[in-house]
């Protein structure tokens, strides 16, 4: 049987003694920031930085977030890490305060809605789904509703094939979707 080498297991058996600076830039990115976010945490309930024992808890939280990504970094790397960042959070803290948690992305009123490809805003007048687009200026839903570009919404029946046919335009050759029937 082949082993599974996105396993953490796998990881751990092939490089016994990885090092944390050998991790990703990402990982490492990810990381620091659930270290300042622990960090953040205990100050803002205790009121001051972590010491001893309290260091050694919060390095074992942010190593099970690190496992649980099927990351691979031995434990004491980790704390080793968490020790040299610990006090920079400190000053960090003592020049800009605690920051706020940034709250999930609000949708803006004031920003301009970008169109991006491929995001289908048709919804299903019948069942309210968002429609699946099938081809450029033809889409589907699951309860029998279809929309095309020229037609708008209809009702799909047994006998309707879609297919996409060619046609000439100018120098170019473009697809547009139709409907034929058996």
């Not at 790397?77 to 992305?105: D, S, T, W």
């Not at 046919?165 to 697809?175: A, F, M, S, W, Y």
Request: with cysteine.
């Amino acid at each position: 049987m082949k082993p599974n080498h996105h396993s953490l297991k796998y990881k751990q058996e092939k490089e016994p003694n990885k090092k944390y600076k050998d991790l990703k830039q990402k990982q490492k990115a990810k990381i620091a920031d659930w270290m300042f976010e622990k960090t953040c945490d205990h100050y803002k309930e205790h009121n001051r930085m972590p010491e001893g024992g309290e260091c050694e808890v919060l390095a074992k939280e942010v190593f099970q977030k690190i496992q649980s990504l099927a990351i691979w970094v031995p434990y004491e790397e980790v704390y080793r890490q968490y020790l040299l960042k610990l006090p920079r959070y400190g000053i960090r803290f003592a020049e800009n305060g605690i920051p706020e948690k940034a709250e999930k992305k609000k949708k803006d009123a004031d920003k301009p809605k970008v169109k991006q490809k491929g995001r289908s805003k048709k919804v299903c007048p019948n069942c309210g789904r968002k429609m699946k687009q099938q081809f450029i200026g033809l889409q589907h839903c699951k309860c029998g509703m279809s929309w095309k570009k020229d037609i708008g919404y209809f009702e799909r029946t047994g006998d309707m094939v879609f297919a996409l046919e060619r046609r000439k335009v100018g120098k170019k050759t473009k697809q547009c979707p139709v409907i034929r029937y058996r």
